[in-house]
């Protein structure tokens, strides 16, 4: 998530030292992704996943497949994410044109477009780099990179080649930017930056990630080193070690690592290819190795002890730490009275929350210093949406792949499933909340109720989680009946009748959310009626 300078939680997990000019200005709050391969789940599944994690836009849309004359061609842009609709085109900026192919995939069309009809899927995490690295001259941003693919490909390796093939005849235009590509069989981890200003080019490499293991991107580069031989697991860009030394990044003496040539130091100004995020994800999934916040970098993946689901993933990106030395409401306590009884005792205030403002944690550390220490969770309030994709190969593309899609913070808010053979979606889920207050948008309709959750949190947290888990619970308990269905149908009535009943499962299963949402809404203000 590509982010432009307001904080809610500022990332001081240390003292922050002095770099040269080309240490980049990093913004913690953007993006989570956790790639989970198929023999580290639970029932085969590949994962991939995304928190979209800023003020980008919330619209959501299935683009059909399409078919193209030879000589067609098709536009490349710039400012998509800012867009209020399906069809604006306010501010949107053509960069370029490439010719068309003669057959485009239906894709699901998020601000970083995430999966097509091929269970081919994309989360996405912004990771800056060093500023001499980027070209705005470059014709692609990293979401149209990503559309083209969808549009495309079938495979995680045929989607890198593709976008490699793209950034050196074209050139790319973003600022650093990973990519956790899956497909029905893997998962692989991209990162790319920019070649320079001199040079509209690109730098990239990709490291898949074991079929038994987890790894997590969290806005900080973190491939290391490159085994270029070892084809069925790295590539690379053929300029990967060149540019480094061109522009001085690496001297070509010491064991390259990518992300210390092109990276730079983390957002917290260290030199480590790690956070937070990064540090409690990997440790808590494999605690034994006994991994440490003092390292200079972290495994890119772990074998996790105990084998993950979908849903395990979804509670990773509800994570703010409670219970840990991490946890931004510890000490934030109260003394309460048992009922019946004289005795008291202490507990986390109903009003603390591990969503604060910058102002509420001022105010808390002016009263008594140290009282809260900001840390970036994995879950934060800004979030436009996020999306935990699971890709299944014993099953039809169109039911295999299922994208569980959230608005709003996903620490609060339902997930919906949307299937690769989903083909349209509510009209409330094409409209972007985030530019204005609208009643037509289905993100206030989560939003309300999530806000108003935060104000005695200790309290509507019981109702809110229980309604979190009443549309998972739901949502991956009737899966296996949705399959069968659709199976029944499609042999029946054949593909297009089977993939309408999927539609219409995806449309009532979000307006069952908003209802449910509006409702927790109103309980919050009668709860709240005498103020907050």
Not at 89 to 118: M, R, W
Not at 260 to 269: E, L, M, R, T
Not at 310 to 329: I, K, P
Request: proline share 4%; net charge neutral; aromatic share 10%.
């Amino acid at each position: 998530m590509k982010t432009t300078g307001y904080l809610l939680l500022l990332g001081i997990i240390c003292t922050t030292p002095s770099y040269a000019q080309n240490t980049p200005e990093r913004d913690p709050d953007a993006c989570t992704s956790i790639m989970v391969g198929k023999n580290a789940t639970t029932d085969g599944s590949v994962i991939t996943s995304h928190t979209c994690d800023s003020w980008y836009r919330t619209w959501v849309n299935v683009v059909p497949a399409k078919d193209y004359e030879s000589t067609v061609t098709t536009s490349i842009y710039d400012g998509r994410m800012h867009t209020e609709f399906v069809n604006d085109q306010t501010k949107l900026t053509v960069k370029g044109e490439i010719p068309q192919v003669n057959h485009t995939y239906s894709f699901l069309d998020t601000a970083y477009p995430c999966l097509n009809e091929k269970q081919l899927a994309m989360g996405e995490t912004t990771i800056s780099g060093r500023n001499e690295l980027r070209n705005p001259e470059g014709m692609f941003m990293i979401e149209e990179l990503a559309r083209i693919a969808l549009e495309r490909c079938t495979t995680a390796r045929e989607a890198i080649l593709l976008m490699g093939d793209l950034i050196k005849k074209y050139g790319y235009g973003d600022s650093g930017e990973c990519l956790t590509i899956a497909d029905k069989k893997e998962v692989w981890h991209f990162e790319v930056f920019g070649e320079g200003s001199k040079k509209k080019g690109g730098v990239w490499a990709a490291v898949r990630i074991p079929d038994d293991e987890v790894g997590i991107s969290a806005n900080i580069p973190r491939i290391s080193t490159l085994n270029l031989k070892d084809k069925d697991n790295y590539m690379a860009s053929e300029n990967v070690f060149e540019v480094a030394k061109k522009l001085g990044f690496w001297d070509g003496k010491e064991a390259f690592k990518f992300w210390k040539a092109y990276g730079g130091p983390n957002y917290s100004g260290k030199m480590q290819a790690f956070s937070i995020r990064e540090y409690f994800i990997l440790s808590t999934l494999a605690p034994s190795l006994n991994l440490s916040m003092e390292a200079e970098e972290l495994p890119l993946s772990v074998k996790p002890e105990k084998k993950l689901s979908a849903a395990d993933v979804a509670a990773y990106l509800r994570q703010t730490y409670e219970g840990t030395q991490w946890d931004v409401t510890r000490n934030l306590k109260v003394t309460v009275k048992q009922k019946d009884s004289e005795k008291t005792d202490t507990i986390i205030s109903p009003a603390a929350n591990p969503w604060m403002r910058s102002d509420e944690i001022k105010m808390l550390n002016g009263i008594k210093e140290g009282a809260v220490t900001s840390i970036r969770n994995i879950a934060v309030p800004q979030c436009a949406y996020s999306t935990v994709i699971q890709l299944r190969d014993w099953l039809p593309d169109a039911v295999g792949g299922v994208c569980w899609f959230s608005m709003d913070n996903p620490g609060q808010s339902p997930r919906v499933p949307i299937f690769c053979g989903t083909t349209d979606l509510p009209a409330s889920y094409k409209i972007c909340g985030n530019h204005r207050y609208r009643e037509d948008a289905a993100l206030w309709h989560y939003r309300r109720a999530n806000k108003l959750a935060t104000v005695r949190w200790g309290k509507a947290r019981k109702l809110m989680e229980k309604n979190i888990m009443h549309f998972e619970h739901k949502g991956f308990n009737e899966l296996p009946w949705v399959e069968q269905q659709y199976q029944q149908i499609l042999n029946s009535d054949g593909e297009e009748a089977a993939k309408a009943y999927l539609t219409n499962y995806t449309i009532d299963f979000a307006g069952a959310t908003l209802l449910r949402w509006d409702e927790m809404a109103n309980q919050f203000w009668i709860d709240n009626k005498f103020g907050f």
